[in-house]
């Protein structure tokens, strides 16, 4: 069974650093691009980061680009979305997602986690 | 930012159809992007309803079928259940963005 976990969520100041990470299973992990996706609370979803399966090439929003940094280790399984500069609006549930190809954003979504929560406040 | 359009809500009483719409442009859906369709329920991460346009993974039942013309693309859902009560996206890639955008997403109510 395909399986995505999400952890290092929490509560963090404004202009603070915070590094999510999304444990995968069950699927032939450096085949696929992966996606970080963020739903406000009670808004819609927004497309954040993706990353292509081999490392080499990565995508961001222009909301996040220049203070968010995404990476994986094929080696651990495992995806990274480094959050700098944090602001208020950066609160949200962060999902991590599997991509149905392997080279970047084209084909979609198909395989989400359950999400970590990133509330930013003083 | 959402760049493909839906109605913030549709309802329909069970058993009836309802359609969702996804409007884009031509950086998007228009340049031929595939379009996908996510159900979230109350509370929980989204799952993926409709991939490719018009295709539904395993275990999604054929009550759901997309389409796609033009810079546009719809859901819908045929023999409505109460089970379907649930916020509905569009999504797809855009080329001057070179990233995903999602759509405004759509409620739709079981009366």
């Known amino acids: 069974e395909v399986q995505l976990l999400e952890s290092g969520g929490g509560l963090v100041q404004p202009g603070g650093s915070l590094r999510l990470s999304c444990a995968a299973s069950?699927?032939?992990?450096?085949?696929?691009?992966m996606n970080w996706v963020r739903q406000a609370p009670g808004k819609g979803l927004e497309w954040v980061s993706a990353?292509?399966?081999?490392?080499?090439?990565?995508y961001f929003a222009d909301s996040v680009k220049g203070r968010f940094t995404i990476s994986r280790d094929n080696s651990k399984i495992t995806l990274y979305l480094q959050m700098n500069s944090l602001r208020a609006e950066d609160t949200a549930v962060y999902y991590c997602?599997?991509?149905?190809?392997?080279?970047?954003?084209?084909?979609?979504?198909?395989?989400w986690g359950q999400g970590t929560t990133v509330t930013v406040s003083s | 930012q959402s760049v493909l359009t839906q109605p913030p809500s549709v309802s329909g009483a069970p058993g009836q159809r309802v359609t969702i719409s996804c409007t884009g442009s031509?950086?998007?859906?228009?340049?031929?992007?595939?379009v996908n369709w996510y159900q979230q329920l109350p509370g929980t991460a989204p799952k993926l309803l409709i991939y490719?346009?018009?295709n539904r993974p395993s275990g999604v039942p054929d009550r759901f079928s997309g389409s796609k013309s033009g810079t546009s693309a719809s859901l819908a859902i045929t023999g409505l259940q109460a089970e379907d009560e649930a916020d509905y996206y569009c999504?797809?890639?855009?080329?001057?963005?070179?990233?995903?955008?999602f759509g405004t997403g759509t409620k739709v109510t079981v009366l």
């Open positions: 997602a599997k991509d149905r190809y392997s080279y970047g954003p084209l084909g979609g979504m198909d395989v």
């Open positions: 490719g346009n018009n």
């Open positions: 990353i292509s399966g081999s490392g080499g090439n990565t």
């Open positions: 069950g699927f032939t992990f450096s085949s696929y691009a």
């Open positions: 999504l797809s890639y855009d080329s001057s963005l070179s990233g995903y955008v």
């Open positions: 031509s950086s998007n859906i228009g340049a031929g992007s595939d």
